[in-house]
């Protein structure tokens, strides 16, 4: 029988421990509730705007909070799955000492209670945690989503139909002329009309219980800073009379603390009930409806297809492609069903090393593409004119590929660490595989730029990119040394490109000759 497990995680294949499993859900369910209340801590603080001061799940709608804690959690829960399968033994090898106490049952719980503890007091781990939580937080829109949000209620237009009448004689709209509803918007007296029916429609909505489309939990979470509101409102009401009084022996006069007082409340409004609206939102929800009865009339805005979970959704279905295939073909020969090469993996750790050192090049290039990408673009500089329609800059596509590059080397040469003390050698092998890392971010940013201009790339280019891929890895694994050096952890990674490279080859037809649709 192959010695398929003479070096297993926590508990070997032929030994399944229930107990270690529960032992490793009950670490997990401790997990949950610690990432729980730590997720909804702020990210930063010390910040002036006022946005800041909502916590992250009021400033994102259920689906993007969600969606940010399960990015937050699952990075913590991988880490304890990761240490608990290793077991003691493994551990040691890294440097991690456990008690000789802890078996491989306690080792999970063991793991997170230590995590849980160390995570708020080790100077590495809590900056490694507030840039994680960071990142969670940003891919749930926190808080650009809500100050977007506020944005556009600012330079939304208004509407005071609902808002004349009986309403102008209600305390909260003291100090508001009729003529004001007819000023230009930038005017000082559309803004002080504006803030008094804001301020009347949301403690009307407070005080009758009827809120709506906006949450009532929120409102009443900053009633204060409502309340606040509405009393530096009225104390803007004899200011407001005085520069009616001096705008009418004066035209030009102007008042400019109180105009910004006016502007900061407003500020605050919007990010309030903007908060109140989408916090209460269902996906299928149309946020421009349920702020319309407020008065805001909101300019359509295009809504992009949402692609900022895409390397998420391709690295995982590779990683989980790759493993379990990886985990069945060594199964399968462990249990004789067929005789094993020399190429095929002899361990339970064969498949994770294979699935690891594809994704290492893959997933540097995918995120470091990202973070550039995204920064160019929020300071304008990764978009050119191309006609009617908006492309990327070449030039940037050239810096982005280089950035790669280096980044996928540096990482291979660090994951390479793990396998195998470094050599001269090895530095130089991992060189060729710098292309891979290449090609992954400029295509990705390439297909991101595509997505969302609405452009398709044809059938031919597509094929030709996944066998430019394939055949450059494989004309560096079929000489690889570090076969004898480090195992034979490339060989999964080669078959998956022999596939590639033939599929590749019948889908791009030679220059000349008529490709039929499939």
């Given at each position: 029988?192959?010695?398929?497990v ?21 670490a ?98 809590i ?58 918007r ?12 804001l ?47 001096a ?63 895409l ?19 060594a ?22 090393w ?28 990764w ?6 329609r ?71 280019a ?14 560096y ?14 060989d999964?990674?080669?078959r ?23």
């Amino acid at each position: 029988m192959p010695d398929f497990v003479s070096m297993h995680f926590g508990v070997s294949l032929n030994k399944l421990s229930l107990l270690f499993f529960g032992s490793l859900a009950g670490a997990l369910w401790l997990l949950y509730v610690f990432c729980k209340r730590k997720f909804a801590e702020r990210s930063e603080t010390g910040r002036r705007d006022y946005i800041y001061q909502l916590l992250p799940r009021q400033l994102a709608t259920p689906q993007e909070y969600s969606k940010g804690f399960l990015i937050y959690f699952g990075s913590m829960a991988a880490f304890v799955i990761l240490l608990s399968l290793l077991g003691p033994e493994n551990l040691g090898s890294l440097g991690i000492t456990m008690s000789e106490k802890l078996n491989y049952i306690t080792v999970p719980l063991a793991i997170v209670l230590i995590q849980i503890g160390a995570l708020p007091n080790v100077p590495g781990l809590i900056l490694m945690e507030q840039l994680l939580r960071q990142y969670a937080h940003a891919r749930a829109f926190i808080p650009d989503a809500a100050r977007a949000t506020a944005q556009r209620l600012a330079a939304a237009d208004f509407d005071f139909s609902s808002y004349q009448g009986e309403v102008l004689r209600s305390p909260e709209m003291r100090g508001v002329e009729p003529a004001d509803f007819t000023r230009p918007r930038h005017s000082l007296e559309h803004a002080w009309a504006r803030l008094c029916c804001l301020v009347f429609v949301q403690k009307s909505c407070r005080v009758e219980g009827v809120t709506e489309s906006l949450d009532a939990n929120l409102l009443q979470d900053y009633e204060t800073d409502l309340e606040l509101i509405e009393s530096e409102k009225k104390s803007m009401e004899a200011q407001v009379a005085a520069y009616r009084a001096a705008r009418a022996n004066d035209p030009y006069y102007a008042n400019e603390g109180l105009r910004r007082g006016i502007a900061d409340n407003l500020h605050k409004l919007y990010i309030l009930l903007g908060c109140a609206v989408r916090y209460k939102m269902q996906a299928d929800d149309d946020i421009d409806l349920a702020l319309r009865p407020l008065g805001f009339k909101l300019r359509p805005t295009a809504r992009m297809r949402d692609t900022a979970d895409l390397k998420i959704v391709g690295l995982t279905v590779a990683a989980a492609s790759i493993t379990v295939l990886g985990l069945a073909a060594a199964g399968l020969g462990w249990l004789g069903l067929w005789t094993l090469s020399d190429v095929f993996p002899k361990t339970v750790m064969q498949p994770f090393w294979d699935t690891a050192s594809t994704l290492v090049p893959h997933a540097t290039a995918i995120m470091l593409a990202d973070l550039i990408r995204t920064r160019a673009i929020n300071h304008g500089t990764w978009f050119g004119a191309a006609g009617p329609r908006r492309r990327g800059d070449d030039a940037n596509y050239v810096r982005l590929v280089v950035a790669c590059g280096i980044a996928g080397y540096i990482a291979l040469v660090l994951w390479g660490l793990v396998l195998a003390p470094p050599t001269a050698n090895s530095f130089k092998i991992e060189l060729p595989y710098a292309l891979l890392a290449m090609v992954t971010g400029g295509f990705y940013a390439y297909h991101l730029d595509n997505a969302e201009s609405g452009r398709q790339r044809s059938r031919r280019a597509k094929c030709a990119d996944r066998h430019l891929r394939s055949d450059c890895r494989l004309r560096y694994l079929a000489n690889d040394p570090r076969r004898g050096e480090l195992g034979d952890r490339q060989d999964h990674p080669h078959r998956c490109d022999q596939c590639d490279r033939w599929l590749g080859t019948r889908l791009v037809r030679p220059a000349g000759r008529r490709s039929h649709s499939v």
